[in-house]
């Protein structure tokens, strides 16, 4: 059936670090792509998405790439910063599965 | 835009009773979902809907169970006889049907059944 598979967390990192968070999945066919993020107490919100292969996807500083070949939607960021402390959860839209959130923590 | 609303927040219950939950989506939205979420885990799809239509629930939702939108707008999930096990976030999103599948979700209500 289908799937996603995201690191697992917590990921800490010190703030200006490089983050890479891995997700893969698998789908029918080649859904758009999102990535999801949830900041303590609040709801789920869209950091971003991308449509088709190949597409980037960015916001915030945030930035993940379609990749068809390998069906993954690796989220990274060049420099992270204390804000930026929440989970993120990607989803493929046509399977309606999130993966399991993998959690950031951005120490000063 | 006064995005997706959900009611209540938060509810305490004892095991056994039943409770409702609703949900107000973003209105030009005719697409609605429900998920739930335990700490620790991503949202686990429950059900959608277009519109009024109930086109997909998850084999999670049990008898006791059960979604409405009856006029294509707000929606209602009840669970009846609640188990310690309903604990959780449930969450209502909504989105366009025939875009590119983003979600808008609202803040969830916290069922705690003691």
């Known amino acids: 059936g289908d799937s996603v598979t995201q690191m697992e967390g917590p990921v800490t990192l010190s703030e200006e670090a490089f983050l890479t968070i891995n997700c893969t999945y698998t789908?029918?066919?080649?859904?758009?792509l999102f990535w999801y993020v949830q900041y303590p107490g609040e709801g789920l919100q869209l950091l971003l998405k991308a449509t088709k292969a190949d597409d980037k996807g960015s916001n915030k500083g945030f930035e993940a790439t379609y990749r068809k070949e390998t069906t993954s939607f690796h989220l990274e960021k060049g420099s992270v910063q204390v804000s930026d402390s929440a989970v993120y959860f990607c989803a493929p839209y046509s399977t309606l599965t999130f993966g399991k959130g993998t959690m950031l923590l951005v120490s000063p | 835009d006064t995005g997706v609303s959900q009611d209540p927040r938060h509810k305490i219950t004892k095991r056994g009773q039943n409770v409702t939950f609703r949900c107000d989506p973003i209105?030009?939205?005719?697409?609605l979902y429900w998920y739930r979420q335990t700490l620790g885990q991503g949202p686990e799809f429950l059900t959608y809907f277009q519109n009024e239509a109930q086109l997909e629930k998850s084999r999670l939702l049990s008898d006791r169970f059960s979604a409405e939108r009856p006029k294509g707008s707000f929606s209602t999930l009840e669970i009846q006889r609640t188990e310690q096990g309903d604990s959780a976030m449930y969450l209502c999103?909504?989105?366009?049907?025939?875009?590119?599948?983003?979600?808008?979700f609202g803040e969830g209500s916290r069922l705690t059944v003691l």
């Open positions: 789908a029918t066919g080649y859904p758009s």
């Open positions: 999103a909504s989105g366009k049907g025939g875009g590119t599948g983003e979600l808008f």
């Open positions: 209105s030009e939205h005719n697409r």
